[in-house]
């Protein structure tokens, strides 16, 4: 029964959703200020058919692709050292919590400022406001081992690649799905903010550009095209991969 309820449930909520837009744009009386849905459908139109849409949609999801790889990578091996040495915890915590309440746009300027108006500072500032939290999250997965498995792989002698895959990767499933999902969610908002500040291309640089000629109609373009894609990560991609890491536990 849950199988199938879930699907409708979102559906609903999506519904209610597109009802409060409606109401909200009939109250408004404005296209200007609030267009209806069916406004909206010309311009997506027109966009996609130059090609700009498209185009402006793949350069901000090259950038979100790369910089969540790199988060990911060295905000995990940074957490995980943490996580199992007392020494790297104790060196690094001060730095990961003032990057942690380091705002986002004080980094992306300060990148830019001192790397230049180009891909290499966007992707670092990017990345630099996400590995500390993904490092934060899988600390605590790294925290959290169970160190009788450990000892019962040092007993065994498995090799390195057998333990990284059947104890370490299994335990930390659930602290690297986190940190992906949230991840994901907060990349592509601070890449979008990069665009806006400094990039002449991507779904960021066309929201800055409508913003100045107050084109309501092509910000919510722009912005739902994105947000569709981001649904479609998140519903195709991310929650089968966290269901089936997790499953073990329901075994």
């Known amino acids: 029964m849950p199988v199938f309820r879930l699907p409708l449930e979102r559906l609903a909520s999506l519904g209610a959703l597109l009802v409060l837009w409606l109401v909200a744009a009939e109250l408004t009386g ?49 957490g995980f050292a943490m996580g199992r040495s007392e020494r790297v915890d104790r060196w690094l915590d001060p730095w990961l919590v003032i990057f942690l309440n380091l705002p986002a746009l004080v980094l992306i300027v300060l990148c830019y400022l001192w790397i ?3 891909e290499t500072a ?64 907060v990349i592509w908002k601070i890449v979008l903010v990069v665009e806006f500040l400094g990039r002449s291309n991507g779904i960021g640089f066309q929201i800055h ?9 092509m910000v919510l373009v722009y912005a739902f095209s994105f947000i569709l894609v981001m649904l479609a990560v998140e519903g195709l991609v991310l929650q089968p991969v966290e269901r089936r890491v997790r499953r073990w536990r329901a075994a």
């Open 122 to 185: 966007a992707i670092a500032a990017v990345v630099l406001n996400k590995i500390p939290n993904v490092a934060a999250l899988i600390r605590e997965g790294a925290r959290a081992l169970d160190p009788q498995v450990d000892a019962m792989a040092r007993v065994y002698r498995l090799s390195p690649l057998t333990r990284l895959r059947h104890i370490l990767l299994p335990q930390l499933a659930p602290f690297i799905t986190a940190a992906a999902r949230s991840g994901l969610a």
């Open 116 to 118: 230049g108006l180009n």
């Open 209 to 217: 550009l409508h913003f100045q000629q107050f084109d309501v109609a």
């Open 30 to 78: 404005d296209p200007t200020v609030l267009p209806a849905p069916w406004e909206m459908v010309a311009p997506a139109a027109k966009e996609l058919a130059s090609g700009a849409l498209p185009f402006h949609l793949g350069m901000t999801l090259w950038r979100v692709a790369w910089s969540f790889c790199l988060a990911m990578a060295l905000g995990g091996l940074i």
